[in-house]
């Protein structure tokens, strides 16, 4: 019931700086637990930004201070700010969901934050630093 679309991907040299944007359709009804995350090649994929049941930011430490995630809940678009970007940044980024309430009623007792148990997740943007 939730797609998921991100843009906004890009080359930036380092210390630069790229907004990522994910966009969310989803019935009016519904509430989902939302985070970003990438995958650089050969690597796991890795949690970056991420929000709690209660609407808090989490981030993974190799971000925090640089990145910043929010939610437009009118326009339903998920963003993620990222500044004093380093190569090491460079992969393929995704937002993903999961249902966390249909109309009153809690689905999951909380959000899986930076754990990649989401069940939906968007195409993907690529974002390149280079030094």
């Known amino acids: 019931q939730v797609q998921l679309k991100e843009v906004g991907g890009g080359s930036v040299q380092a210390d630069g700086s790229l907004t990522l944007s994910c966009v969310v359709s989803k019935p009016p009804y519904n509430r989902y637990c939302l985070g970003w995350f990438r995958q650089a090649p050969g690597k796991e994929r890795e949690g970056v930004a991420a929000?709690?049941?209660?609407?808090?930011?989490i981030y993974a430490d190799s971000v925090a201070g640089r990145f910043t995630i929010s939610q437009d809940n009118a326009k339903n678009i998920l963003s993620l700010q990222m500044n004093n970007l380093k190569p090491e940044d460079t992969a393929m980024y995704s937002c993903?969901?999961?249902?966390?309430?249909?109309?009153?009623?809690?689905?999951?007792?909380?959000?899986?934050?930076?754990?990649?148990?989401?069940?939906?997740w968007g195409q993907g943007t690529q974002v390149t630093v280079s030094s």
């Open positions: 929000f709690d049941r209660s609407g808090n930011a």
């Open positions: 993903a969901a999961e249902l966390l309430m249909s109309y009153s009623d809690w689905i999951l007792p909380h959000c899986p934050a930076l754990t990649p148990k989401y069940n939906t």
